[in-house]
């Protein structure tokens, strides 16, 4: 638990003043805990809640295949871009102010998304609710960091860890029951209008039970920067998302080929931002360190498979296995059981076991991909649900080996004044994956679909236990702080 107590450290040593540190100690109870836990979970949930409502929102929309990839890795590419500099914002303008912002557009998009006329305004609302998580989402750590300290700190850590597990693997069953429910015919759309009650009550609460500080020394957004790193992503994740589509055309090979040298571009400018003296986004001196480097990578490759599983899961069961929303979200509570068996003892596991146990995990994860191919090779479409209970089981618990203790071990290897930063770049690696695996996986996925959804998920899980076993053998340059 001490990881991720200084996860939070540099935030906690910042006010805007003395008065700020006394508003703090008069404010340091429970009330603020519920206003940032109603934003961090509507902005989890909705990166995972429109899986299971992806076929009734095609066919409302007469969406192509390529407009509800965007749907999904749109919203996790603007939430990776704005993450990181959203922080500095917080500090600069104060980090209630922040939050608030962050939520207030968060909610006006999901409003936008809920009646959306079109696929493309439904894209377009999806990109600035992305935008809007990144803004809100870095102010929430600070937050606890300032208001709570000691046990209360802890404790809030903890809470902020199962609210955004339990916004994850929940997200599928509440997306079921919402379009099941049908509340005033909205369907589908209902999935984005529960995030507006929900908004406005944190809001409302915000300046009464949220302190407002500021960090004493601030420095300007690298707005060149944030620019040269979402120029590489789209060109990644665009023609990954429209090039199957389009007939893989050569502007399509042409941006891929560009995005390395936009990300060296990046690279170049901010090595010569520090060296004047200026605060870059990311401080290249933190990959000096082959175990930062190495969490990164093993970061990115892990969350790929996430977010894409998720998807190619939904649809496979909704369309492949005829099941209703409400039906392919009860499947999914099997994957969040597991889950949360094996995410409570992790961080114990982690001092003992160290990186071999996120090894173990991974190839758990990878044994559970295994096992849903062979069961819907198998089978086909003749067969119960229930073949797929030991592959999803499997899966869960690999999840639960996995995550947390990747994040634990990472932070566990830098200075304690640098986790604030380290665990802000790994974040943004979570969301930078969650985009590019939905872009990668949608290629195999979408483009094996006119074969039948069980073929197309047959080549996309087998795909994703190839990625875990990488991410396993990656672990081997992690550092080794295993006991046992």
């Known amino acids: 638990m001490s990881d991720l107590e200084y996860t939070v450290a540099p935030s906690a040593a910042r006010f805007a003043s003395p008065a700020g540190m006394a508003r703090r100690l008069v404010a340091s109870d429970w009330r603020a805990l519920p206003v940032l836990m109603a934003g961090t979970f509507v902005i989890v949930l909705d990166f995972f809640i429109v899986n299971v409502t992806v076929p009734s929102m095609q066919a409302s929309l007469h969406a192509s295949t390529s407009a509800i990839e965007w749907v999904v890795a749109g919203y996790g590419l603007t939430f990776a871009v704005f993450l990181i500099g959203a922080g500095r914002l917080g500090d600069q303008f104060g980090r209630r102010r922040m939050f608030s912002l962050g939520l207030a557009l968060f909610t006006l998009a999901s409003v936008a998304c809920a009646a959306a006329p079109s696929a493309g305004l439904l894209v377009a609302a999806r990109l600035l609710q992305g935008f809007a998580a990144g803004l809100l989402s870095p102010s929430v750590l600070s937050i606890i960091g300032v208001v709570y300290s000691g046990e209360r700190r802890v404790r809030a850590i903890s809470v902020y860890g199962m609210v955004m597990g339990l916004a994850a693997v929940g997200g599928q069953l509440i997306g079921g029951l919402l379009v099941q429910a049908n509340v005033a015919g909205l369907g589908w759309r209902s999935v984005f209008a529960i995030n507006v009650p929900v908004g406005v009550a944190a809001l409302a609460l915000a300046p009464y039970w949220v302190p407002e500080s500021r960090g004493q020394r601030t420095s300007r957004l690298d707005l060149a920067g944030t620019g040269l790193v979402t120029l590489a992503l789209v060109a990644i994740v665009l023609p990954l998302i429209e090039g199957r589509r389009a007939g893989w055309p050569a502007w ?233």
């Open 252 to 484: 399509t090979w042409a941006s891929l080929a560009a995005s390395p040298v936009l990300l060296g571009l990046f690279a170049a400018h901010q090595r010569r931002l520090s060296g004047r003296g200026g605060s870059p986004l990311v401080d290249l001196e933190l990959f000096r360190s082959r175990s930062f480097s190495a969490g990164l990578v093993t970061q990115l490759a892990l969350w790929a498979g996430q977010a894409s599983f998720f998807l190619v899961l939904a649809l496979y069961l909704q369309e492949g296995r005829g099941l209703s929303p409400l039906q392919a979200g009860a499947v999914f509570t099997i994957l969040a059981s597991a889950y949360l068996a094996t995410s409570l003892p992790a961080p114990a596991l982690t001092l003992r076991f160290g990186r071999r146990l996120i090894a173990g995990g991974a190839l758990t994860l990878a044994a559970g991909h295994g096992s849903l191919l062979a069961a819907v090779a198998g089978t086909g479409r003749s067969a119960t649900v229930a073949v797929l209970v030991p592959g999803l089981l499997l899966v869960g618990a690999g999840m639960g080996l996995c995550i947390t203790p990747l994040t634990t071990t990472v932070l566990a290897s830098v200075d304690r004044d640098q986790a604030g930063t380290v665990s802000g770049v790994l974040s943004t690696m979570q969301q930078v994956g969650n985009a590019l695996g939905v872009a990668a996986t949608g290629v195999i996925f979408f483009g094996a679909l006119p074969h039948g959804a069980g073929y197309a998920f047959e080549l996309s899980v087998g795909q994703l236990a190839v990625l875990l076993v990488a991410v396993a053998l990656l672990t081997g340059l992690l550092p080794g702080n295993d006991r046992g």
